[in-house]
């Protein structure tokens, strides 16, 4: 009898649905704990560590404007050869002149590229970076301010032209993971690569910033491709 009264009230607390009441509040609130954690250490990797991102263990990494102590222990960690500012030449610039002070000091190559986080690069800018990734050396640290746009745009371009990554693959640097929003004119590194993807004709970035993109680049609107070129 007892077995049978267990039972009866088991199906009546199943049947009755009392039990999801609690059930649901606790898987809540174990989503939330979940996605809080996950905000707390993007918002640390993104703040804290300068958005320091790997593109391919040993010989790529991505990241914002570092101060000279991160770069320097950087550097030590990763064992980096050369720099790749994205943000252009600023001589006028503190930490533009800090920067070049810290490459010197740890014997780092130091090249600058100067690219719009709003705006298609520019054929110098495209034919700069290929080169660069030609010739390395490596392990290479790009950056820019944010390590978000124009980092993530140059990590794609260095996939597609280097590891043979498609357009499609090679998008995934450009991702809220990395902090890049394709709104209110950052879309313009999405688009590049779907820009590249259909004028291409199978075209290497390299030979393409070379050939064809420089009359492309030309005949664009240029309020659309020149906007916002901002270090």
Same mark, same amino acid.
């Given at each position: 009898?007892?077995?049978?009264?267990?039972?009866?009230?088991?199906?009546?607390?199943?049947?009755?649905?009392?039990?999801?009441?609690g059930?649901?509040?606790?898987?809540g609130?174990?989503?939330?704990?979940? =996605?809080?954690? =996950?905000?707390v250490?993007?918002?640390f990797?993104?703040?804290?560590?300068?958005?320091?991102?790997?593109?391919?263990?040993?010989?790529?990494?991505?990241?914002?404007q570092?101060?000279?102590?991160?770069l320097?222990?950087?550097?030590?960690?990763?064992?980096?050869?050369?720099?790749?500012?994205?943000?252009?030449?600023n001589?006028?610039?503190?930490?533009?002149?800090?920067?070049?002070?810290?490459?010197?000091?740890?014997?780092?190559?130091?090249?600058?590229?100067?690219?719009?986080?709003?705006?298609? @690069?520019? @054929?110098?800018? =495209?034919?700069?970076l290929?080169?660069?990734?030609e010739?390395?050396?490596? @392990?290479?640290? =790009?950056?820019?301010?944010?390590?978000?746009?124009?980092s993530?745009?140059?990590?794609?371009?260095?996939?597609?032209?280097?590891?043979?990554?498609?357009?499609?693959?090679?998008?995934?640097?450009l991702?809220?993971?990395?902090?890049?929003?394709?709104l209110?004119?950052?879309?313009?590194?999405?688009?590049?690569?779907?820009?590249y993807?259909?004028?291409?004709?199978?075209?290497?970035?390299?030979?393409?910033?070379?050939?064809?993109?420089p009359?492309?680049?030309a005949?664009?609107?240029?309020?659309?491709?020149?906007e916002?070129?901002? @270090?």
């Amino acid at each position: 009898m007892n077995k049978i009264a267990s039972a009866s009230h088991l199906l009546r607390f199943l049947v009755n649905g009392r039990w999801r009441k609690g059930f649901y509040k606790l898987a809540g609130y174990g989503i939330a704990g979940v =996605l809080g954690a =996950l905000i707390v250490t993007w918002l640390f990797h993104f703040f804290v560590l300068d958005n320091l991102m790997t593109v391919e263990k040993g010989l790529l990494y991505r990241s914002g404007q570092m101060s000279d102590e991160t770069l320097q222990a950087t550097a030590a960690r990763l064992h980096l050869a050369s720099i790749v500012n994205l943000r252009g030449a600023n001589p006028d610039a503190a930490w533009y002149q800090s920067e070049i002070k810290m490459a010197e000091s740890l014997h780092l190559h130091h090249y600058d590229i100067r690219m719009g986080s709003r705006s298609f @690069p520019s @054929p110098e800018a =495209l034919q700069q970076l290929t080169d660069v990734f030609e010739k390395g050396p490596y @392990p290479m640290l =790009l950056h820019c301010y944010r390590g978000a746009d124009r980092s993530g745009l140059a990590s794609a371009i260095y996939l597609i032209e280097c590891r043979g990554e498609t357009s499609k693959e090679a998008a995934g640097q450009l991702s809220l993971w990395y902090g890049h929003i394709p709104l209110f004119g950052y879309e313009r590194m999405n688009q590049f690569l779907k820009f590249y993807h259909n004028n291409r004709q199978e075209a290497n970035i390299a030979e393409w910033s070379d050939t064809d993109y420089p009359r492309l680049f030309a005949s664009r609107n240029q309020s659309f491709v020149l906007e916002h070129f901002n @270090p």
